[in-house]
Structures are given as C-alpha cells and as structure tokens.
C-alpha cells in the first residue's frame, strides 16, 4: 500500500515524528505515526484514522498564513496527552497515521486544487476502513477534499455538517473557488444537495444579504449562534446529525476555526467578536466524533502568524482535532 | 484622460468612505455616507442616525490613545456586513450619515469640551429627527454630549442608561472634567438627576467607597455584573428602561468599553478581569436600541493602540455601534 | 532644605509601598503594610493576614518566569481598590503585612526549598493568628510551603483544595521535586494523606493515564471542570470543603493560575484552551476564602514576561488574591 | 443644512486623501492627489509622477501579507512633511496622482498578472511624460511592470537596478511566476538582457549557487553588500546607473525591502539579519532618482501584518518612496 | 517580632529604591537616593546632581503615553550597573537625589506647566551647586523648565543644546504650549535668543518649509544627521558647546528620544526611520555632559506603553541618563 | 562509534531533519545530518563538525528560556542555503553531523553540568577530528564544555576567545555555577589561564567594578566595543588570535548573544542598547573559524520565548552558526 501511496500527489513535510515507545503514557506526537517512518508491513495495517496535510491558503480572499497550520498542528502535538479525562479515555485505542501533506503548485491554484482532490480520493481509497482528517489551509479546500470523497463513494449521498461565522455560500464566478465559495461549489456541482448541509454557529454582520437568500434558495439548513446556545451544543448537533443521517449515506465534518470568538481565536484571518467559546467547540465536534456517519473532517482557516508566541488558536485547532478523536474512541466502545 | 485610466484594470482602493453603490450587498463603509461627499440637497435629507467622532483623550486620567478609535473605527467598516443574520435585519433600512469629528484644541482641555458641547447641541438640533451617535474619545465627553442634548431639549428630562466598570462620579474639584466625573458632573451642573441615571455592569475592587457613598447620596441606580446574569442581560437592560421611561421624556445611553472583560477587550487603559463578555455587551446595547425613548448613544474610552494588530476591542467596538443600529432599524418595524 | 523642598509642587512617586493616609479611599499598594516600612511596635501587631514572595521558577519543567510574579503582583496593586463592590466589603477591615520575598539560591533548587520552608515554619508561628499567603513561584513551592506549615502544626490533620489543570502527582524519582510533583510529594513524605486531597477544574488532555492511576491509588479527590459547571462553581467547592472540614483540622488552598483559559490567562507557560474562566475562579476563591478551616494558600505558575504589555494574568492573579481577602473579611462578620 | 453644519466645530477626518490646501506646510497626504477626486481638466494635465497600487501577494512562495502594503502605504503619508531636510528640497515641486489599485483576481493569478501588465501599460502610455511608481504586492509583479513598460516602448533597451536580497532567478517551470522569478522571467521572454541588471545588496546564505551559476550564465551583474560598504553606497550606484545608462534607453528601478536588516525591517516575509541599513537604502534610492534615465520604480515584499502597531517598516517604505521622489525634484533643478 | 522575622530566609524585594550598603558594587537603583527616604541632615548635604520626573503628557500633539516614563526609568535602574568600562569610572563619584515628580493637574495643562516652572525653579535654587536633570514627560516641559531656570538666573543668558529629529518651533497660536513649541516658546518669551539653539540631528522629512524659514528666521543653528556623520558626533557637539560658550552662561541640554532611528527606539509616539542609532546618541550627550557649562538637562517624548516586554527605548533612554552622568564625573577628574 | 555515542548522556530531540537529495540546491536542514538517522558506517565515517544541543537555562541568574534555542535552531535551518554569497564558498565543502542534546535534570543543576562535561569529553575523543559546536543554553555551559575538552586534551594548554558584554567572573562561591560565573570557574579550577582569556565587545554599565579589578587579578585580556570599532572588528580579532596562538594550543570560541545591541538581539534575557550590530558579529565570528587553532565553540544565552513571531535572534544566532561554519571551509581552501 505504500507504493500506492507514494504515488499521490502528497510529500513528507519537513518536520518529525518520535517513535512510540509504547509504554503508560504517551505524548500526541508519539502516538501519531508517520507514514515515512514505517515499513510497508506497519504502513499496510489496519488504521482508524489518517491524517493529511492541506497547506494552501492562496485561495483565500484575505491575507492568509493558514498555509503554515499542518506544521504548527504537528508541533504542538507534544504538548497534549493521549488521555482525555473528561471521557475518561485514552487515544492510543485508535490508530493513527499521519501521510504528510498534498503537494502545492505556487502559482496554479486550480493545479493545487486538482491534487488536493486527488490525494483525498487515492488515500480514501487506499485507507477504506479509516476517518481521514483534513488539516488546512483555507476552506477552499473543502469542495476539493468532498469532490475526491465523492468520487471514492460515486453513489452514496454525502452531509454535511460545518461549524462556521460564513456561509461560504458566494458565487464562484466572481473569484474562482475562494475560501469564501467551497459549499456553493458542491451544491452546484451536484456533488451534494443543498438540504444537506447543517451551519451551525453563524453570528452577527458577516455574510451579505445575497448569501442568506442564496442558503435559502439551496435549502441549506442553518442555526445561529444563538440558537445554538439557547438549544444547548449537544442537543444542537445531535439533532442536526438525526436529521442528516435520515437522508445521506455519509456525513463529511467541516469546521471552520472562524465560528470561534476572537478573544479564544486571534490566529484567524477573519476573526469576529460575538462568536463561540473553544469548550463549545470542543464539544461540538465531540458530538460530531461520536456519530457513526461522521465519516471525514476537515479543520480550516487557522493562521498561525497572527497567533503571537503564546499561540492559543493553534492549541485550540489541535484541540478540535483531539475531541474529534474522542468521539471516534467512544464510538469503538 | 480619465476617460481612458478609467478603462484600465484599475479599481479605487476602498480605504476610506465608498460610494455606495446600492446594490444587493453593502459593507458598512459603503453603507454610511459621509456628509463631506454629499451635496446640499443630499445632506439635507432625513437621516435615520448621525454620527459624529469625538477624539479627545488628554482629558482622561490615565495615558490613553482614545482620540485615535473614531479613525480606527471608520478603518473597521469595511470588515462588517450591513445584515445581521441574528435578527434577520438589514442596516440598510436605516439612512446613516457620518459628520466627521469634533474640533479639538491640543492644549485647552475646556475649548475642546465646549466645542463637543456645541458641535452636539448643533447637531441635534440640525438633524432633530435622527438619533445621534459619538465616537469618543474617552467617557470625558459625555459630560459635554448631555449638556449639549439638554441645551437643544431645554424643557425635557434627560436619562442616562450607563454600561461601565465604574461609576464615574469622581469629585471635579480634584482634576477638572476627566473621564472620572461625567455623571457627577451631569448631576450636580444640574442637567440630569441621580436617580435618573442606570449604571449596568460594575464588579470588583475598581470603584473608591467614596463613589459608591457618594451614588447612594445621589440616588445614581446600579446592577453589579453578578446581578446582571442572575437576572439575565435583557430582563436588567429592559426593566432599567422602563423605570426610566416613566420617569423621563429621553434616554441617553452611553457605553463605556472599559465594562467588558480584559480577555475580550485588552484595547482599553483600565481593562479588568471579571468583566462583561462582548455578545453580553452586544444584547445589551441591542436591547436599549429597541427601545423608543434611546435617543442617543456613545461608545467611549477604547485605546486602539493597545489592541494589537489583531484589533479584538476595535472590532468589538464597531459591532457595539452595529448592535444599536440593529435595535433602531428593529424599531421601525 | 528639606522643608523648602516639601513645599515645592513635587510628590513622591507611587511606584513602591505607599504608606497609608488612612482617609476614605485607599489603593491596595496604600493598605498592605510592608514589614521592612514598619517599627518593632507596629510590626508586632495583630496582622489578619501576612503576604511573603516566593520567587522561584527554576524548578519547574518548562522555561518559567514566574519568580518575576511577586514583583509584578505588588506593582499590579495600585490599579485595584480596597472595596469590593460585589460584595459590599471593604478589604481595610483586614490588616495585611507583606514581609518580603524568601531568599533564593541560583543553582541549588534544594537549598531554596528549604528557604521555603524554614521561611513559612518561622512565618507561621510568629503569625500564628495571621492567614498566610504566597505568592510563587512556580507549583514545587506548594511541598514546601505545607511541609513548612506541618511543622508549625506538627499534631494536625492538613487537607488540600487545589484548583489546577493538572494532578501534580508526577514521580519524583524522575527529576526531583518539578512543579509536577507537590501533591505526590506531601503524601508520599506522610505530610498529607492522598484522600484529603480535593483538585477542581483538570480538564483536557493534559494529564497521563499513570497520574490518573496515581490519583485513584492515592484516593485523591478530583472534580473536571465539566462537572464543576454542572454543579455550580459555588457548590462544588462548599461540597469539598465540608467534605474536608469533617477529616481534617486545617486547610491549604492552592491555585495554580494553568486552571484559567488561556484566552483568559496567556502568562501561564502551560496555559491550555478548554480552562476556567476569571469569574469562576474569582468565585470558587471567594468561597474558600469564606470557611474557618482554610488558612493558608498559594497562587502559583503565572509568568509575567509571556503577559504582553497588557498584562490580563497579572491582574487576574491579583484579583485571584483579592477575592480571597474578600472572603476571609466576610468571615469576620 | 449643510452650510449651518460646517458652521459648527466639526473636521473632515484626516484618514483618506485629504484635498490640498496648497498653503505653505502640506503632509504628504494632502499633496499626493487621488485620480477620483478630480475632474477631467485636472485630471489630464501633465503629471511628474504617477502612483499605482499593485495588491497582490498570493503570487508569494511564502506566506505574506504584502497585498496589504497599498493600503498601509497611503495610510502612513499623513506622518510625512513634504520638506526634505536634508537636500533642503519640496517635493510640491513635483506634481503626483494616485490612480488606485490593479484589480486582482482571487484565484486565477495570472489573470492578475495580466492585469498588472495591462494596467502599467496604459498607465505609461497615457501618462508618457510622468514617472511611474508600482507599490506592491510581492517581487512578481515586477515582471508584468517590466513587460507592460516594454509594450510602450517597444523599440526600446531596458535596464534594471535592483536593491534586494535575492536574485530572483528561480526556474520558472518549477512554480510558475512567484515572486523568486521576475529577473529570470524578464531575460528568458527577451524583455531585457541579463547584463542590462544591477543587482545590489546581497548577502549572507539566502540564494541557493543554483541561482549564482544562473547569474553568471546571464551575465547578471550583482553586488555584495559587503562590496558596497567597501565603495561605498553612493558611489556604487552611481557607477551602475553610469554603466546601465550607456547600453540602455530607460532604467526601471525595483526596490525589494527584503534588502534591509531584519532590525529594520521586520515586516517582510523573508526578513534576514546582515542586511542593509534604512539610511543606506534611503540613499541608494535617492541616488538612483536623481539620475535621468532612471524613469520607473517598484517597492515590493513588504507585509504590514508582520510590523506590529510600531510599524517601522510601513514607514520605512514610504521613505523610500519620498527619497527617490526627492531625487526627481533634484533632477528638475 | 520583627527581629524573629528578620533571622528567616527572607529578604526585602528590590522592586523600590534600596538603600545602598554602599559596598564595592552597586546597581543605579542603590546609588540614587530618594529625597522621600533621607533625614534633614542627609537630605541638606551636597549633591553633584539632582533628578526630579515630570510625568505629563497630555500636551503632546499625538497620544502619548510619555507621562509614564519617570516610573519606568526607575525600575529600569536595577539593570544597571554604576561602573561604566568604557570610560573607566564608577558614578558613585557623584552623589545624586531624586526628588520625586512634579504634581500634574489631569485637565489644566497650564497649571501643570505652572507647576513645572516653580518645581524646576526652587529646585534649582535650593540645590544651586548641583546639576538638575528633568525626566519627562512630553517635550513641552522644556520651556517650562528653561523658564523656571532662568528665574534662577535671571541676568544670565542661557543657550541649549537639542538633540531632536524636529525643529519644536511651531506656533504657540495654533495649540497652545504644545511638545512641537518649546524652542519658540523660549524664544518668543525672550526667555533665550534664537542664535543660542543648537539643534543637532535633524534628518528626513518631519519638519514642515515653514519652521524651516522660522528657524532661519530666529536664528536658530541647526545641524542635519547628515552632517553629524560627516563631521563626527564628538566633534560636532563639541563644536556647537564651544560656539555656545563664547555667547552664554549656561547651556541646557535637551533630548528628545525621537531623534533615534525607530529600529532603536520604537517606544516614542513620533518614532521615524532614518534617524541616529543609541550609541551616537550616547556619545552625545556623554559629551555634553564632559562640557563646563551645559548645567541641566531633560529626556523627553518616550512612551513605554509602545515599547513592548523587552522595553528597548526605555534602556535606551536610562543609558542616555548615565553617559550624561559619565560626562559630569569626568568632569570633576 | 554509534554506540559509544549512544552511550553518552545525549537525547534525540523531537524534531526533525531532511534526508538529503544532494543535488544542487541544499537548505541547511537538508545539510546537516542526524546521527539518530544514520547507520553504523554512515555515523562512523569522518565529520568536519559535530553539534550538539545544551538545553539548560535554569542556571542563568534572571529567567531565561535559553534552553528552548537548540530546537529554534534547528527550527530556523530551511531558512538558509549552504552557500555563503560573500565568501563564494558552500558549506556543503564540510560535513556536519547533529548528535542530538545533553540529557538534563529538572533539579539537580550540578548533574545536568556533568552531563554536559561527560558528553562534550565523550564527543571530543569520538569525533577527535571534527570541530565541535555546543548550542546553549545559558554561559554557564561554558564551563563544562570547556571542562570536558580539558579532560579529551589534558595535556595542551586552552585559550579562550570570547564575545560578550560582560565579564562572567562572578564568584562561585555567592550562587554557584550561573551564567555569570563561567570564566571565572575555568581559570579557578585550573582550566585554564586569565591571561589566555580574551574578552572583546564588553562596553556600558553592564559589570560591576570588582569583576573589573577580578578581570585585572587574573589578567584576563579584554577590549571594549568602541576600541574593536577604532581598530576594526577583524584587525582586532586576529590580533587577539595571534597572541593567543603563540600561548596555547587549542581556542576555544564562546560566543555569547548578549554582545549583540538590543536592536538587533531582543531575544536575549539582558540585552542592552549600545552593542555590537550583527554584521559586525557575523565577521567577528567568521574571522575566528578561519584559525586553524580555534577548534571548538559554543552560543548561548539566546532566548526564543522573548523573540516574537518574527525571531530577528534566532535567524541572527543560526547565521553566527554559518559565520563560523564559513571560516571552517575557507580553511581548508
């Protein structure tokens, strides 16, 4: 399989892993394993999840460093615990490998884009038993990543559920496929339905008019902020993904690091006041986690040099990524 | 020439006030006029608000770069849509026009006040119809803003609705008007009564005995924090307009962001920890919008240049002043 | 010359200890006394409370600055006053004497500990009826500062409430006696048993399997902060500390500031996203501060230099010590 | 009601183009004058130079924020006198128009490229007796000027004086047209002779020997900061503009401030220690001003995000724009 | 009590002034002593120089955290040693006091500088044999300062020597008593002559053409950073006092912090590039301070609210103290 | 000899390093080698140089993260080619080989130096061909390193050669072995002479007068930043070499970061204004690898955590790194 693998459009990032040990405890980078450091038997096995890089961020419309976030992600690794004590459970239940990063054009976006598609389809292919988690990049990503999950699975409905402050619902005419268009992009595409779609966190004065009509007209499914909290988190999701799993074969997770309040996420290109607290988060994505047609999940839009040296939106992205995975280990129990 | 420039791939770069070209989408700088650009006939329509800046802020006790958010401000438009997907209402229904700032005198603190006096007594008068709004500065000016609101509604009685971590009834026989005295300075000139001024949100050790002695003397209203979100935000902000409605002909609220917490709002010379939380802080300022009798509003003593490049308290500032215009425009329904 | 020097318009300068007017309205740098200020007669008092510095950061695991806090924290008191405003109380009903900082050794970690403990034995028995204070430092002083305080009361039981993200139950054969290690430390040296241990508000990912094991073996009561926010901040602590006032004669408080959020608290070397918020932990201190039993603590773990020019840790750390001022003079009613 | 407002004490706000009183002191924001705010007559009478942003930078190998220097540039003119003090000259004895911004596409880059190209063609072909300044956007962009300037003057020998870090001479096919290519992409389309480039200021460790072989292969002439400093700064370009200027027609001047010191300029995306000094530049540049076959000039690579609130770099850069001004006017004398 | 306390290890913070053991070495917080911690007798004796703050602000023309530099320049002292090497002498030589600061008014800027004039005047009487050194604050203190000098010495004349990047000779008609007047303010008082200022440093394009003609207009010498270079900082300072010394009794020495380049000092409001590095500022005023004549001095305009945790400019401006005071004590060799 | 060197108390960090392709463009990650990813032969062949990390800082007298540099070094290494524009040589000439970090202690400071002292002797007879590098870490390393060379060579007479601002002849006997004491503890345990000690860039108030008259005592040579300046930074350290080489028979260079001017080293726990410019560092370190007798050499005290997010230190210690590195392979020329 690592034959396979080494054909896609994906490189080892210069960057490293620690061989496990293996022993009590464990740090997240020694868990996580690299596809570079393993043999074809170890790289061959049975994995829960995998791991890929997106770095990209030219596509986004503002000034954008989230290019940067798979190697902060991975850096700060060694500063988490396998074990999560709210669950009372230990990641090193699931498997996880990590194949690196899609390859980038600099200057060819739609280049770029293609191979994100690609790697996405191969790996997804390769690893049929395994979640794999997207790390960004911009949301511009999302179409692509959904696009090549869609071709591994050509008849099967595809959810989605995305955490987010934006619609992302413009109009691909105008720009091209921005970080501002990736869910318009699968709707026209017919890649998936409108109807489909559950936003969840939407806030304030930060989509125009047009593309609130533009969600209405796709029918796709939207609860603000407020909503949310007046319904409860949990309760949120959980129904959200009820009525999704009714309709769709998989469910693909998108969560945008923009739906968090500027005071916990400062390391977002289009960070807003008024947005959600990181445990609301935390647990939203948990909630995702444990649902058994939450099948891929992406995490989006985390510029790491807005983020100073203290570095809290980094921590917090790496966070979203373990509470995924405890959903996931709880879902095993 | 122009002509021919004007057929070139060359746009206007969007750093000040836009034209508006009042198609389906607006961002706020495309959305208030400037009254610099307007013709006679043009200006002189009927303005739903009015906004004028105010920056001074050698009148403040400590070192503070207040004068610079009114610039900081405007700056921040452009990063804020006119709909408010929360309420489902467009600003656009309001007619918004932007005066431009107070004269200031660099050295003669009292010149400057009495310009703030005149510019709102005039301005009020002016626009008689439309609720005016000033950018400070630091809260100094409210003293002035009052006086100059009293002076245009001679025979009316005046209310102040206050959010602040401090009562600001500091003695002027100290250090003159600072931003330590204006509701002193209201009560005792005689334009307002104690009990006719709401102090919403005060909490901790950053409030003298003497004040809070010399709040019961004058009869000044006050809800801690700790009351607020027992009572909830809204029911507090509602039941204060409405004991103040029975009381008074017109409510002026004025909104010191030294009340919200340190964590959301580092861009302020005195932040303090156990603060308000900024979608708090938004409700609340929304649901004195709603109400008929606000007929005025400031947002005062925030340091753009304390706030980093990432700007959290600017941009939390700007959606204060959105939160208002989202209860006005709610008004009209 | 003095005198004709006294009567030019010069002032002394507020940026050390004070000395008291005693007027209406005081700062917190012009109410705690410092010893080194005092004669024999004044310091020899009765003193409600006595605040001793223990700057020493070497000794943690991370790179640390927080031997800068006690100087930091004292420079932080001008910006609070002595009324609290929640409660209604005025902290000058309390006497507090600062004696100054413990000696520290540059390069032997152990002979600094003793310091430690020496200084607290000899504090506490000289101010046997004073509540004692410290201010770290990182958490390795807590060992220390409670065997110190066993030695004071050799024949008594001492319980802990530790406020912390972490169990600090590491092995001390691994590196000796880190900021990992207190609580492993005082029961395994027989100065406190495991079960008389209560820590509210771990969280995350940031403890290992084998300190989870260790805390269950040693019975050491925990409580996440999910569940502290099920229950109430409020109630969770009165349950500990009722549980607790039944075993033991007297209890230690311990905070360590990596509790807080790290949107709340970035001057943490281990800060985390997924903590406490200020209000909370004001709260739970306050609480503790309240009950008869508690009579000593410590704030731990802040490092002023990762704090910005803003300095929001800072400030909450003083305010974390105020809050329990507050409850220690409402004690006294 | 526009005249009784503009009788209060109220200003235009001085943050965008401020029309000139042209009384004796202007800064340089009221001197430089904005294309869309005048009128054909003005607009089409004979200009010494001619301004143009160029916003684009996710042409950039890293990620940068130089599509953000535009608008931070115009921002900083209101910290400048248009008095140099030093060669004791008035730059409002040049005249200046700012014609806006290129329009970028968001995702097709060279769509933006052509743009660029396009927009410096008309620019120079109606504006054929001005100087041309492109405010970048990173070093890609130089390229398309190049190109676009060579359209005008297709008959024409071009040279180029560089002041940068780098060569710029990456391999085209490898990325396409980054902002590590324009020198390559301007001699491999023929748009100049290798030997027609001065490149001065570079150093240290930051050019692969690739790119030395490729200079050589060229012809490209380039000049080590070192061996500057040994010349001496002045002289060094003296001598170069001497050589250009007997084998070319024009010389386009391109100033990468990733030439400075990391000291002195920390908003750039790939800023190096061992760089040149500001006063060094500021005299390269003005130097290269004064000569007559120096007719356009580019500032490229500088990202506002990374200068903190200080923003030494942004200023440095304006600088750099007055002094090659200052060296036009000299040039009139 | 006391006598127990002091046997513990615990020892007094050095966060104030410490009362020197006058040892073999001492940093400058042991050497200067506070007037505030003497007895008549000591207080009486003579001093070599005598330092007094003068914490204002609020008359700078941009916001300015200026007033809160005498605070930071004595916490500054403990990083400094007595001893300089390269000069080879321990400024325990010269005695110095420290008076205190100067009592500000917060809204009456007037009565400020009144108080600036009077302090500045009985200081400078009661201590005749000393050197007096005033640290601001913004440079408006300058006239007061000279002012209060000059009453002194009423039928001396006095000349000054400015380092400074401005020419500080606007119009007092425009803002009143303004840090942009404090040059014409002596001159228009008649206080000083124009022909007796020396400006040295000057660069760049921060005056505006008609100080330049007021400057020539009063006589006022100046000298470009330029032209510094050229000559040397050594011998144009020397130059410029012996000059002065043929026309004057006494020479004031002022410097104004913004005359370094902003790599060097970003800790002032009106920081620019291309301005003096600190070690020819040092150089300067060490200098100045060797020369018989200049017998006062002040340090203006640094804000350490813009100097970040590493607090570049305000070392800076504590070594520009102490190369004065290396001037004096080799004065007395 | 892998496994001698597995024997040794060195770590692999967590970090990672390029395989190299060897083609024509290296960056310097993709240079260095890591002993932990090479096979017997590969590790045991010849290296022109070994490095190796020393992550300690709890030695130093004021907090510093010093310890965190080794892995910002090797962080900062894909931001430099090998080739040297200046010098027109590539470093790839040399082999480099990265053996990992000394093993430390949390607490016991006095083993974490006799690891350090182990690991340099071990080092130093494995790889007795190749010229080590130690990458501190705080000075106090110094010590040790120099230690343990004496041990591998006990019968050869060492020099010193050292960049500073200060002395480090502080007294063991007050704290032990800091960052203050290093030269000191060499020439008092006999290691080696004052008089092969030379000191060059002291300058300001950064020594007290005793380690002056110490430095007299012991005939430690040193030469202040302005007499390096009036000979030149070259002429000056090859002075001190030639007399050094006629003395001893092996240097050893310690370069400590603090030399370094504030301005351009901000990430240094005592930096000071009035240093040395990097360029002049940069040749001052070059100048000492071309000596064929200089055969080891250290950086220290270079703190990350106080470098921002643009790290000026960092780049600039990595480039004294390469400086060095240069002056090796010119060497062999």
Redesign the interface.
Known sequence: MLNKISELPIE?P?????KAVWG???K??EWIQSIHHLNEEEGGKHWDAVMMGVPI???S?S??????FPESFRRAW?????????E?V?LRELSVVDVGDVKM??????LSHQNIKDAFHGLTKEFSGSIPVSIGGDH?ITAMLVKGWKETYPNEEIGILQFDTHFDLRDLKD????NGTPIRNLIESGTIKGENVFNIG???????????ECAKEYGVNYI???KVRKNGVKETVEQALHTLAGKVDRIYLTCDMDVL????A?GVP?????GMR??EL?EAVYTAGLHPKVGAMDIVCL?P??????Q?TV??GT?VF?SFMTGLAMRKK
Chains 1, 2, 3, 4, 5, 6 share one sequence.
């Open positions: 080892t210069a960057f490293s892993w620690k009590q405890d464990l997240v980078n961020s030219r596509s419309i000034a954008s460093g989230a290019s940067e060694k500063g988490f615990n396998t074990y999560n004590l709210d009372e230990d054009h600099f200057t060819d976006i739609l511009s720009h091209g496929p921005t939407l806030h304030g004065f930060f989509n125009a008019p047009s593309l609130v603000t902020l407020k309040d500027i005071a916990y400062p289009a960070s807003t006041p008024g990181t445990d935390f510029d040099m807005r983020d100073g040296v203290v809290p921590k917090a966070h373990l």
